[in-house]
């Protein structure tokens, strides 16, 4: 039994990452703003 239960626990957890990966790698990536420099430099 103990057998059955941990395989079937697996096989969740394997089609859960494999679905997780799978959207993930279509996902733009996020790009934070770059601070913008002032025009004078000396501020």
Request: no cysteine; glycine share 4%.
């Amino acid at each position: 039994m103990a057998d059955g239960y941990l395989e079937k626990h697996q096989q969740d957890y394997e089609a859960r990452k494999e679905a997780y990966l799978r959207k993930k790698r279509h996902l733009p990536k996020y790009r934070g703003k770059a601070p913008q420099r002032p025009e004078d430099e000396a501020l």
